[in-house]
């Protein structure tokens, strides 16, 4: 008997069909160990001696894999084939070790590619060593990024109230993103201006062209700026005659594009089917682990996390075939092509991601995948089969027009078109842009040199210059790629930290920074600038790729990075508060204090007008207050008011008065946003005040509409089951109605004040009936089914936003999704992320029962350190 150890229980079933009664496989569910999230878990000071820590989940299923090695003189490690399962492989023998499991047994390791019985037998057959130089390289790595989180996590609560660390790499990421934005704010529109003209050829044919010279020389973007210029030259062109000065047509091939790598599968499946980066490789995973085909389960893809783009030869050969029997011989070129990846650092000997049988087309896999499935598959399936086909053949045609003005300058207008002479590769599959169009592919009518030329009209257009386009998901992992920052398998976790943290939101698909977001990426640019370069990032990229190759020791990469990054910091430590508010407001100039159309001073505080605006660090996060404070309580958030959009003073804009207590109804904007206040303080007695709901125009609010509001909650009467009331409110996710810890939803913002008590009641027996409610919670918005371990998931909405629910773990749904289109895949996947996180923030003298830790990494002995704990970043 041999003891075959897996990540997945799914794969672990599949395999175990594919090895017989001779193997048994078991699911290590992942990673069996991590750092504790603490100080001192990794300890610079013990040559980076490095503690470890099995949960209690990993420590049962560690224990089985131990016993089920009684009765066995072999273990085979087959964890995933990239550095993630070389280090998972690694820490079972250390753990293993360490129970004395190993004795006297034959400890080997294999990788598959593709979970098909030809592959993983295959691999079976050829064992051999953990790779200790892959090892060395996610030692490298995760210690890197436990000495930048809880080095640095410290440094910003103290100088930044609230904030955290995106991250080593995500606060690169984070970087781009803010930068952009930058970019976008100091933007200068400019106008310039096109002349088109719609022509006619002697056979009456239409077409369109441009004017791109006068006298010779070539207009250039700008060359037009105002609509005198535009004008004067519409006025020449008049009555003029037009003939065809030239007419070129150029063939030319169109290649198709390399088999899908981890990033370009990411970019393609945003761009094509609107899938955020974790969910592409959470369908993906599914379909690498196998789907149930004809009673069997078979993997239809490689495996997903890769930098290659190299084919196995019998995948180009059956691909090969595909063509031929779908396509015919024209679309099979005369010898396989071969690609190779540009990337630095890219492991070639990593097959690409493929169909691991060609043969097996979209429309016969369909009815064994769900939609999302399918549509990956496809696109998969498409992309490989297109890299081996002919290439497209394109005709290019360039014609230029020309005319003498009455002005007596020369103007040349040029028309441009292509013609597909040959679909090839296209017929099949194209690539989608992420900003901008796709090469003109309009057809030019025949003409020749010299034919004259009709005209329909001559039209002037104006435009203006556009700012740099936000990232998508896609864009920014194309330039995190293009830059050498991070690696396939950290791409998705890049863009899900930076959303989970609240450091962007995803609007139209585009990534818009924070404040929060942005106040943390302005610190680190302003005093740890070195450690947001993008060339020093991606240096170390190589770095630990040169680990994983064997060319340096980790520790030595380790210790240079150290000596380097306390230097830093002992830099920043002395910095008083104000010195950090400086250089934010320089930094974050554009963005809270733009430029006022009036020309005046952005930073004049509009309330007092003697006091200057500056950015506050507050306990719920930053916002923007008078320096004339106290006298002068002036605030706003961060963002700072929209052109129009009119200067609220501090003491807010008077509405009315309340013809019950004779207080004034001001209307005001604080940090957290526009609100609305009945009266004044008195003494310690704080003011009635309601917030303006979203989606509602601020200054659109009447008296009467006000009153309204802050006559909020409003009863709706008493329950006539448990005799408590039942109240009505709007709330952050809308209006709602609420009873003994029970949220219901309602329609619209008006049935806050007409909702009766009987169609309250109604409310919230339906959304009781849904699941179970305890104390403050509602109850379960959907139940999405059994978990593979048992016990039911059930989605629940919190008091900060939804989450989903399985035993005792909770998880938080991601910001692209909502409880209505979560899955319970994604769920299954949620909570085994969640449950395999280390634990938060614990005793300072106590360990926690069921938890086992080691330091196998570096055996050094443990010296007295502080108690200080801190999250991890």
């Not at 069996?32 to 420590?59: C, Q």
């Not at 089985?64 to 490690?77: F, H, K, S, V």
């Not at 959009?645 to 004034?664: F, K, M, N, R």
């Not at 008493?718 to 952050?732: D, K, L, S, Y």
Request: some cysteine; aromatic content about 8%; glycine content about 8%.
């Amino acid at each position: 008997m041999t003891v075959v150890v897996v990540e997945s229980p799914a794969k672990a079933k599949t395999i175990n069909k594919y090895l017989g009664k001779d193997f048994t496989v078991l699911a290590s569910y992942g990673h069996v160990r991590d750092l504790p999230a603490k100080d001192g878990s990794v300890r610079p000071a013990e040559d980076f001696a490095m503690d470890w820590e099995v949960d209690s989940k990993s420590a049962k299923r560690i224990a089985d894999i131990a016993q089920a090695l009684d009765d066995t003189d072999r273990i085979i490690l087959a964890t995933d084939p990239d550095r993630e399962g070389e280090a998972i492989s690694w820490h079972l023998i250390e753990i293993l070790k360490r129970k004395g499991a190993l004795k006297g047994k034959a400890v080997q390791r294999v990788a598959f590619n593709a979970i098909t019985k030809q592959d993983v037998l295959e691999a079976m057959s050829h064992p051999r060593e953990v790779d200790l130089s892959l090892v060395d390289a996610y030692l490298a790595r995760r210690a890197l990024d436990y000495l930048v989180g809880f080095t640095l996590s410290p440094v910003l609560w103290r100088k930044l109230p609230g904030a955290r660390s995106a991250g080593r790499v995500q606060s690169v990421a984070l970087r781009l993103v803010c930068d952009r934005e930058l970019e976008i704010e100091a933007f200068k529109s400019q106008e310039y201006w096109t002349i088109d003209g719609t022509f006619v050829t002697p056979a009456g044919a239409s077409f369109s062209a441009s004017l791109q010279q006068i006298d010779g020389k070539r207009l250039e973007k700008l060359a037009i700026p105002n609509e005198t210029e535009a004008g004067a030259i519409h006025k020449a062109l008049q009555d003029s005659n037009f003939s065809v000065a030239s007419v070129e047509s150029k063939p030319t091939k169109r290649h198709p594009f390399p088999p899908f790598r981890t990033s370009t599968l990411q970019q393609e499946a945003s761009r094509k089917l609107g899938f955020s980066a974790s969910r592409t490789m959470q369908v993906a995973q599914k379909l690498y682990e196998g789907v149930d085909v004809g009673g069997e389960t078979v993997g239809l893809i490689t495996y997903m996390r890769t930098d290659g783009t190299d084919l196995a030869g019998e995948a180009i050969a059956s691909a090969r075939n595909a063509i031929l029997k779908a396509y015919g011989e024209p679309y099979l070129p005369s010898v396989p092509r071969k690609y190779t990846s540009k990337l630095k650092n890219a492991q070639e000997a990593h097959e690409a991601i493929r169909p691991t049988d060609p043969m097996r087309t979209p429309d016969k896999a369909k009815r064994h995948l769900d939609a999302d499935q399918f549509a990956l598959y496809e696109l998969i399936w498409k992309r490989t089969i297109a890299c081996q086909m002919e290439s497209a053949e394109i005709e290019r045609t360039t014609a230029d027009i020309s005319a003498e003005g009455n002005d007596g300058k020369a103007y040349t207008f040029r028309a441009n078109g292509s013609v597909i002479k040959f679909d090839g590769f296209l017929r099949l599959y194209n690539e989608d842009l992420d900003d901008g169009e796709d090469e003109d592919s309009r057809r030019l009518p025949l003409m020749a040199t010299g034919d004259r030329i009709g005209v329909t009209k001559i039209e002037p257009t104006q435009h203006f210059t556009e700012p740099p386009p936000r990232y998508s998901e896609a864009s920014l992992t194309k330039k995190l790629e293009d830059l050498g920052i991070g690696r396939p398998s950290t791409y998705a976790s890049i863009m899900s930290t930076l959303r989970d943290r609240g450091y962007v939101r995803l609007e139209k698909k585009r990534l818009i920074p924070e404040d929060k977001g942005r106040v943390v990426t302005a610190f680190l640019e302003s005093f740890f600038m070195r450690y947001v370069e993008y060339d020093f990032t991606a240096n170390l990229e190589e770095q630990l790729d040169r680990v994983s190759n064997g060319e340096i020791h980790w520790k030595e990469l380790l210790a240079d990075f150290w000596k380097e990054f306390t230097a830093a910091l002992d830099e920043v430590k002395d910095l008083r508060v104000t010195q950090v508010i400086d250089a934010l407001n320089e930094l974050l100039a554009p963005h809270i204090f733009p430029t006022l159309k009036d020309g005046g001073d952005a930073r004049v505080c509009p309330s007092c007008g003697t006091g200057n605006l500056s950015l506050k660090l507050g306990r719920f996060g930053s916002f923007i207050g008078c320096t004339n404070y106290p006298d002068c309580k002036y605030t706003r958030p961060m963002t700072a008011p929209a052109d129009g959009v009119e200067a609220v003073p501090a003491d807010g804009i008077v509405l009315g008065t309340d013809s019950e207590t004779g207080a004034q109804v001001t209307r005001r904007i604080g940090r957290f946003g526009p609100y609305l206040q009945l009266g004044e303080p008195v003494e310690d007695e704080k003011p009635k005040r309601a917030s303006i709901p979203k989606g509602t125009d601020p200054a659109s609010v009447t008296l009467e509409q006000a009153l309204r509001l802050l006559s909020l909650p409003r009863e709706v009467g008493i329950h006539p089951e448990t005799q408590t009331p039942i109240v009505a409110n709007f709330g952050r996710f809308g209006p709602y109605i609420l009873h003994d810890g029970v949220y219901a939803n309602l329609e619209s913002p008006e049935d806050v004040y007409t909702v009766g008590l009987n169609r309250a009641v109604d409310l919230l027996a339906a959304k009781r009936s849904r699941g179970p409610s305890t104390r403050g919670r509602p109850g379960a918005l959907r139940d999405l089914g059994q978990h593979p371990e048992g016990g039911a998931i059930q989605v629940f909405g919190g008091r900060y936003g939804a989450y989903v629910k399985h035993g005792k773990i909770n998880a938080t749904i991601p910001k692209d999704k909502t409880p209505e289109s979560i899955t319970l895949d994604e769920a299954v996947a949620l909570i085994a992320e969640r449950s395999g996180k280390p634990p938060g923030k614990r005793s300072k003298t106590k360990t926690p029962r069921k938890v086992k830790r080691d330091t196998s990494a570096t055996p050094a002995p443990r010296a007295k350190r502080a108690k200080k704990t801190a999250p991890a970043a």
